[in-house]
């Protein structure tokens, strides 16, 4: 893989992952950035449900890859349970050349219905379906690894996600790379 950013955006149903990954994507030039949204490729590409032995993590895995062997920055935002996804992330994560920032938003449940009720498919979607998806604080705890609380507004996680590719490039530019600390803060 090149030394493309690898950025990961995680977190429950309505935290704004998709959002905020489409905002950060139309801030940097056209053909810059790729989006893998976990939602369009297991539910429009392989019309599958969420299952251990589902064939999502492998797609979206051999997706970024890809993009991140063109030099893409790589945008995968989703649910992404840690218990069904974090080995594809601990692989990626770790064979991955290049930079890598990964988020969590962290949605209390009852915020997550709120934010729910307003979507699109509020209607199909049962608040107890959604809280059968709930995962509370389901960090991947990977190095440097930063949580958005709920308070934080869509604005400020794009400004941060994109001042730390800002950085990124900077330090690439300057010969050096950024690395994480090994600690999950709480922004």
């Known amino acids: 893989m ?5 950025v990961i955006i995680r977190g429950n149903s309505a935290s704004g992952k998709s959002t905020v990954a489409r905002r950060v994507q139309r801030e940097q030039p056209r053909d810059a950035v790729a989006v893998i949204g976990q939602d369009h490729v297991r539910r429009e590409m392989l019309w599958a449900h969420e299952a251990p032995d589902s064939h999502t993590p492998g797609l979206i895995a051999t997706m970024a890859r890809y993009c ?3 030099g893409r920055i790589t945008v995968v935002e989703g649910i992404f349970g840690r218990e069904w996804y974090g080995d ?11 930079p890598s920032l990964v988020y969590y938003l962290d949605v209390s449940l009852a915020e997550t219905q709120r934010r729910h009720a307003g979507k699109p498919i509020a209607d199909l979607v049962t608040d107890a379906e959604l809280a059968s998806w709930y995962r509370v604080h389901d960090v991947l705890g990977a190095p440097g690894e930063v949580v958005f ?10 400004a941060r996600i994109l001042a730390d590719l800002a950085r990124l490039r900077a330090g690439a530019e300057g010969g ?11 922004e």
């Open 149 to 158: 609380g709920e308070d934080m507004s869509e604005d400020a996680m794009v």
């Open 68 to 70: 991140l062997g063109v």
């Open 88 to 98: 594809m992330f601990s692989g990626l994560l770790r064979e991955h050349s290049g």
């Open 2 to 6: 090149t030394s493309a950013p690898l």
């Open 176 to 186: 050096g790379q950024r690395t994480g600390s090994g600690a999950v803060t709480r």
